[in-house]
């Protein structure tokens, strides 16, 4: 099994440009969701979902919009990229429902806002 | 509501003493909690989970915590730290979602 997979691994944006951060499961896992890390901070919970159509924000969701429409996928968007979105994006994945599971992790991607 | 919050950002000590890693939680529902770990530009390694059944859990290399349901703690400990210790901790609380405390890293001095 390949488990959770982000692309790109590294990115680097001009400010105002757009981009997508990929995160694809292949474990069959409802719960998915998207973390920034940042020095001090731990990894902060930017959007989640529970199940395909389903999303909701987390801690930080401004600037960042999420869509939920197959079980496999949770694309992360930054709709106009500013400097503060500089940081390293996590990708989750867990079962969902009682006795919870670990969650899974991608390796990360790395985002650069010049 | 669920909030994780490490008490400590840095611990310092020496190779072969007991390392203590604090963390307490909330959470409105049971919650499960983790440990993971993060060396330097690596990824997430889960390090021990409980999730209800013993509140004393074992995990990777000689950690363990124990769930103190009254005191809303899940404190990390190993008896003798080892220089490949060295890395960032991060407590976890799951429930409705998964939250991370804010990390502790720990620093092993020779």
């Known amino acids: 099994n390949a488990g959770v997979t982000q692309t790109p691994k590294f990115q680097v944006l001009k400010t105002g440009q757009s981009m997508t951060l990929q995160c694809a499961q292949d474990m069959n896992h409802e719960y998915m969701s998207w973390y920034r890390q940042d020095p001090g901070m731990g990894l902060r919970l930017i959007h989640y979902s529970v199940g395909a159509g389903i999303t909701d924000q987390g801690e930080v969701p401004n600037g960042y919009n999420v869509s939920r429409s197959t079980t496999e996928d949770f694309p992360l968007r930054l709709l106009s990229a500013a400097p503060s979105q500089t940081s390293v994006y996590f990708c989750a994945s867990r079962l969902k429902g009682q006795g919870y599971t670990e969650a899974f992790f991608g390796q990360g991607t790395r985002l650069t806002v010049v | 509501a669920q909030s994780v919050t490490q008490l400590d950002s840095h611990v310092s000590v020496s190779e072969g003493t007991p390392v203590l890693l604090r963390c307490n939680y909330s959470s409105s529902y049971s919650p499960s909690l983790f440990w993971y770990v993060q060396h330097p530009n690596k990824g997430l390694q889960l390090l021990l989970k409980?999730?209800?059944?013993?509140?004393l859990v074992k995990g990777i290399n000689g950690f363990e915590a124990e769930f103190k349901k009254s005191e809303t703690s899940f404190h990390l400990t190993k008896p003798s730290a080892h220089m490949s210790d060295a890395a960032e901790y991060f407590c976890v609380v799951s429930a409705s979602k998964i939250i991370f405390g804010s990390g502790t890293r720990l620093s092993i001095r020779p």
């Open positions: 409980y999730t209800s059944a013993a509140t």
